[in-house]
């Protein structure tokens, strides 16, 4: 029995006499008891990953009555709250700063104290600020919900709750960078690099966007240059960041380049947050505002293609853990989401094309890609590694096939009824037929995006019911083990 404390945590190992004196088993102690001292804390890792599961099922109930709306107005009508112009803003906050945020920020309060072998800055802090962030985040669409939205694209929460949500990025940061700052492995691993390039810029984006100190064109081009820095540095980062953790201990080898992974961080870094400017293609804002975005968007390309070439490389002949390792299965699906949304983001920057396609479905069929087909992917995927490596429980496999392969349906489903949907819209408009004449032809694409909603829907609730009764009823294995993560 080892025992004894470590950082002000007591810790207990159990080994057999031969285990504990060899020779490997006293060069590894140290790291075995780092690993198993994490193991007993990810409480605040907890506390954001569940939350995050808990918000993307919401997200996509509250997305799936949208759905219906779109196709039949006069469902749920009738009650103020639940109108489609105040259930859509609810349904976005609550997927971007419910789902994707908490679930990514789990993974990385996660991945942070492993990569830096130090255990977490403060974790009573990072749990505390979980539970403020799932409170405040509750008042905020309950306030939209009664008609108090600020109006703005991705700043509708009102006044104080969006302060709230800056203020604890702050602390987010603070608590997951002093991390590394105290950090016992002085390398700087990938995952890191992302990780930091959200958590560091990022409440400043928030704050610029949300501050109201822009009027006119101003206004806008500063809330696109806030939104997309929301969907590419913060989103994409931290999701990039657990694809980049994640896959090399599926795959059981190292990264297929580091120099490939070199240049995809940091020509991302570069390029992201001059795109703000290709939401407003064809707007009033200066010429050199949309050049220079649509530029910076088809540069893009860069990063998408190197982590294009190094998740491929690294896949490659891996054939037979794709077929049994579901926690990987979905990795590639995130990847494969990812690599889709980024190319079609890329092009849907094009001005001539943007013209046709802007005020269509092809923009809805784009933004799920990214989200429903990289975002949901990648924090299953995370959770399921979870599960097995961390937690050492067993999930039901036959759930979890049925879970891949609805979401497989449904991000499918989606993703093309919505861009062919888009694609005849943007037609009919450049043909001079007005919206409205084009309902009818809308109708079975809408039906279709629903049915996919409900399908993906149908596949996250018998997940959450995998893993709540996985974490709730499996016996555990020793400690010891842990040491492999
Ligand atoms: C069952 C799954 C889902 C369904 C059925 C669904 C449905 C919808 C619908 C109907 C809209 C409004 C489209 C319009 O105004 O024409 C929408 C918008 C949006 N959804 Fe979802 N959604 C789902 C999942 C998600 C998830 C998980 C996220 C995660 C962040 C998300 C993020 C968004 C965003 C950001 C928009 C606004 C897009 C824009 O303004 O261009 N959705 N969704
Ligand atoms: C190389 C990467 C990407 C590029 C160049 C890109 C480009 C674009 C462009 C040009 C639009 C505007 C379309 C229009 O309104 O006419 C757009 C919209 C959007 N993109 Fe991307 N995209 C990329 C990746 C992603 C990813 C990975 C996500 C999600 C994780 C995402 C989320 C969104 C959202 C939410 C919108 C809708 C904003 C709105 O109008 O409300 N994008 N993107």
Redesign the pocket.
Known sequence: MISGDYFGKPYKITMTITEANSQTAKTSRSKLVIATTLEQQDHATRVWLYSGIFW?VV??MI??V??VK?FDPEFLQGVPALAYGRL?PV??NI??FG??SMGYLGAAFYMVPRLTQTPLFSESLGALTAWVWNFNLLGGCLAILLGYSKGK?YEEIPFPFNMIIGLLEIAIAGNLFSTVVLRREKRIYVSLWYILLAIIPFPIYYTLGNSNSFTGIEDAIVNWFYSHNLFGIWLTALGLATLYYIVPKQVHKPLYSHAVSFLGFWTLAAFYPWNGGHHVIWGPVPMWVMSASVTASLAMLVPTISTMVNFGGTALGTWHIFKKDISYRFSLLAYFGYIGASIWGSILAIMSLNAVVHFT?M??AH??LG??GF??PGLVAFIYFYIERSLKLKYSQTLAEWHFWLTVM?ILG?TISMGVNGWLEGSQWVAGNSPQGTMLMRYPYHVA??I???I??IGQLLFVWNIFKTINYAPKNSPQSTIQN
Request: charged share 10%; no cysteine; aromatic share 8%.
């Open positions: 993307m997200a996509m997305g799936t949208e759905a779109l859509r349904h976005v997927g971007i789902f994707m694209e479905n923009t809805i933004v799920h989200f429903v975002g949901v449904g989606y995006r629903a996919s909603g409900l993906l829907l």
